[in-house]
Structures are given as structure tokens and as C-alpha cells.
């Protein structure tokens, strides 16, 4: 596997693209609507209802995943009703405010516990399990790279927060455009480099199969299969 498909791979399996883009764009366009007609919050949330439906729709017609797309659709949804029961426009972005802050902490303190998130959504699909607890210098790489996506939710929060106070809208729209995947690509590219730099732990074999293995050769007559191995190596 070529090293741009393992990014791509890796931003997969932290959402992807798509699914910032379906999180994100209603957000979008609810501030440029809001702007648009004149600060009027029922026209600014239909666009970003309607927005976050017309996704949905995509992907069931291109036949991919809709995970993202009814994860969006809810998102925007929660969004609306905060927003509508605040009367306040700017509280449209108060949900994605507190989730960030909420996975800044979160991955901060999986890293005083020595459970580094990354290492616990990525280790068991990349094949090494749970075994780089053991290894010190990939629970480390693990680490660093947690405190990355850490960093990712602060800057989010570090832009937002004042705007969100300032009820500035259509900046928090627009500035939603920087903080999706712009941002998001290059935590996911730092992430690559601080993970490839430290080989994955690989799983420890386990000692049932190696019995199993022996008791199936000794009782059908077969050679181990390292002895085979090294048959065949001396021919």
C-alpha cells in the first residue's frame, strides 16, 4: 500500500472528508443564510435543514454509507432546536461548541490514563489489538498523536468560543469552512507522520493455537509445520 493510500485509509477511519463535509456544511450555510436574509433565524434554519437532508439523499442514491450523513442530519437538527428555543441564532453552534470541548477532554484524559484514544480506535482495525500498551514507544507515538487530535478540538474552541460571545453568526459560518477539513486533513496528516515513524506492535501469537497445532500433527501423523518449512528449505 502506497503511503497516500494509507492517509487516505487512516482519514477514513477518523471520519473522512465526507463526513466532515455532511457535520459541517449546514453549519455553513446556516450563517451565509442567516447573512443573507438579513439576520432572520427561521429562513437560515431551513437552509440548514434542507442542506443536511439534500446529503442524506446523496448518499443513499450513490449507495454508500449513511452513518455520517444521519449523524450529520440529527447534529443539525439538535442545532435547530437549541436555536429555536433560544431565539438566540448564534446558540445554533453552541452544540458543536460543547462537543468539541467534550473531545478535547476526552482525549486529553485518555492520555493521563495511559488509554491513548487513537490507540484505542485504531490499534484493533490496523491488527495490533491492544498489544502497543505494552510496547513504550508506540503507546507514546499513540500518545502524541491523541494530543494532536486534542489540539484540533482546542482550536476549534479558541475560535468559536469568541465569536459564539460576540454573536458574530455569519463568522461562525464561515469560519466553519476552515475548521472542517482544511484542519481536519492536516491533524490527519500530523497523526500519519508521529504513527509511521514507530512500527505497529504486532499481536503476540497465542499459546491455545500452538497446542491445538501440535495435538492436530501428532495425532493425523503431518510434520509441524516449522518442520516442513525447513524441509523445504534444504531442497
Request: glycine letters at 12%; a neutral charge.
Amino acid at each position: 500500500m502506497t503511503e497516500a493510500a494509507q492517509r487516505e485509509g487512516l482519514a477514513e477511519l477518523l471520519g473522512g472528508p465526507r463526513g466532515i463535509v455532511d457535520a459541517g456544511l449546514p453549519g455553513v450555510l446556516f450563517g451565509v443564510a442567516y447573512a443573507a436574509f438579513g439576520q432572520q433565524l427561521g429562513p437560515a434554519l431551513w437552509v440548514a435543514l434542507g442542506s443536511a437532508a439534500v446529503l442524506f439523499v446523496i448518499s443513499l442514491v450513490q449507495r454508500r454509507s449513511v452513518q455520517h450523513s444521519i449523524a450529520g442530519l440529527v447534529g443539525v437538527a439538535i442545532m435547530a432546536l437549541v436555536a429555536r428555543w433560544t431565539g438566540q441564532a448564534e446558540a445554533f453552534y453552541l452544540p458543536s461548541i460543547l462537543k468539541n470541548a467534550g473531545y478535547a477532554a476526552a482525549y486529553a484524559l485518555s492520555v493521563l490514563v495511559r488509554w491513548p484514544l487513537l490507540g484505542v480506535f485504531l490499534g484493533p482495525v490496523l491488527g495490533e489489538g491492544f498489544n502497543w500498551r505494552q510496547d513504550p514507544a508506540r503507546r507514546r507515538a499513540y500518545a502524541r498523536a491523541s494530543w494532536v487530535w486534542c489540539g484540533m478540538f482546542l482550536v476549534r474552541l479558541l475560535v468559536q468560543i469568541p465569536l459564539y460571545l460576540a454573536g458574530a453568526v455569519a463568522a461562525l459560518g464561515i469560519a466553519g469552512i476552515f475548521l472542517g477539513i482544511p484542519l481536519f486533513a492536516l491533524t490527519v496528516y500530523i497523526t500519519w507522520v508521529v504513527l509511521r515513524a514507530v512500527p505497529m506492535t504486532k499481536h503476540a501469537p497465542d499459546p491455545t493455537d500452538e497446542i491445538a497445532d501440535a495435538e492436530s500433527g501428532a495425532t493425523t501423523g503431518a510434520a509441524p509445520a516449522s518442520d516442513v518449512v525447513g524441509r523445504e528449505d534444504l531442497l
